[in-house]
């Protein structure tokens, strides 16, 4: 069992900033990969970005690359992810999650992550 816990949302203006955490607890030894999706309201699940177990490889959607950058924590469980630039239409609730199936490549859709957090509020003012 893994848990995911996601923090940090909140309300920022558009150009701004903002950090988001995602703490792991439980079996996180048999986390392979992590990732962040985004669902705004009467939208599908949106993926964003994903990270290797260890932090050394990443993946980002066209949406988001060059604007987020998502990280591990060097000492703590968690993996961040940190949003510049942001938009009124990144305005969203933000889910972390992780895989444990090894794959030769970060995994990007939501039937490839098997735990998921219980999302975080980012609302972006314009």
């Known amino acids: 069992q893994v848990q995911l816990v996601e923090s940090g949302g909140g309300l920022v203006q558009a150009g701004g900033s903002l950090r988001l955490s995602c703490a792991a607890s439980?079996?996180?030894?048999?986390?392979?990969?992590m990732g962040w999706f985004r669902q705004a309201p009467g939208k599908e699940r949106e993926f964003l970005a994903a990270m290797s177990r260890s932090g050394g490889s990443t993946f980002y959607a066209d949406s988001v690359k060059g604007r987020f950058a998502v990280s591990r924590h060097t000492a703590k469980d968690m993996m961040l992810l940190d949003m510049n630039s942001l938009r009124p239409e990144d305005t969203a609730v933000y889910y972390c999650?992780?895989?444990?199936?090894?794959?030769?490549?970060?995994?990007?859709?939501?039937?490839?992550?098997?735990?998921w957090g219980q999302g975080t509020q980012v609302t972006v003012s314009s």
């Open positions: 999650a992780a895989s444990f199936q090894y794959r030769p490549y970060l995994p990007r859709y939501n039937y490839e992550y098997t735990y």
């Open positions: 439980g079996s996180i030894s048999s986390i392979n990969a």
